[in-house]
């Protein structure tokens, strides 16, 4: 008898930007900020991971003992449903150049937030390359 497949479904996100608040389908809220002028209001598409982002991340983003994470250098590609944006992510760090951004503290456990995130959305899928769909308020 075969076992059924994993049946995924897709994750919805919010971002509140007065709040600078990223709301996340059944797993929460999290403090993240953009780039507004790039991220404008609107609907995207948040897809898989394309490669490791390692250039981009200061070592401190992946050492665990300063709340820092392995899944730093996973940047989910972000994509609008009506317009281009160019190189466009959402990732874990300190500071947005035309991403979307959880923000890294040293001294708040946001390791476990960025963690949450990655594990949900890697779980998520509306279609082989789209894991959700966030909409930007």
């Not at 994993?6 to 994750?11: D, E, L, N």
């Not at 930007?17 to 809220?29: A, R, Y």
């Not at 040293?106 to 779980?123: C, E, G, Q």
């Not at 998520?124 to 894991?131: C, F, G, I, W």
Request: charged share 30%.
């Amino acid at each position: 008898q075969l076992k059924s497949r994993k049946t995924f479904k897709q994750t919805n996100l919010i971002f509140y930007t007065k709040k600078d608040l990223l709301k996340i389908d059944s797993i929460g809220e999290f403090e993240a900020v953009s780039d507004k002028d790039i991220l404008v209001m609107g609907k995207y598409f948040i897809k898989l991971p394309d490669y490791p982002h390692t250039d981009k991340i200061p070592e401190e983003y992946l050492d665990e003992s300063q709340n820092g994470t392995r899944f730093a250098e996973t940047w989910f590609e972000i994509e609008s449903m009506s317009s281009t944006v160019p190189d466009s992510y959402l990732h874990y760090g300190k500071f947005s150049r035309g991403c979307l951004t959880v923000l890294f503290n040293a001294k708040k456990n946001t390791r476990d937030s960025w963690n949450k995130i990655y594990l949900h959305l890697m779980n998520s899928k509306l279609n082989n390359y789209v894991v959700g769909k966030l909409i930007i308020e």
